[in-house]
């Protein structure tokens, strides 16, 4: 994935972000992981700001998560965010829905 493709996927990052905190707590390095599973590399620097900014509109809430000598910020989606969630899956699957269909593009 290019710098380019990055832009062009950014929002689809945000969901499957918001999607996943939706089922658990989630924090920096898994979701990286968990993106990269999917061929999205997304470095920390690119990361982080997103993550922070899904809290700064309210769509997360972290707190830190203290064991030993560690402690690590996890994320947990807000009822704000779970409510864009849900707006965003019926968006996204009248326009993926579309884009789908069999006779919309020929290959």
Partial sequence: ???DDTALYSGLIRL??????????IYGSWIAEELARHGYKVSAGTL?????GLERKGYLRSST???GRWSRRVYRLTPLGRKALRTARKRVQELFGEMFQTSAVPT
């Fill in 48 to 52: 982080y700001p997103v993550l922070h």
């Fill in 16 to 25: 499957h972000i918001l999607h996943h905190s939706a089922e658990r707590f």
């Fill in 65 to 67: 998560q203290r064991s």
């Fill in 1 to 3: 994935m290019t710098t």
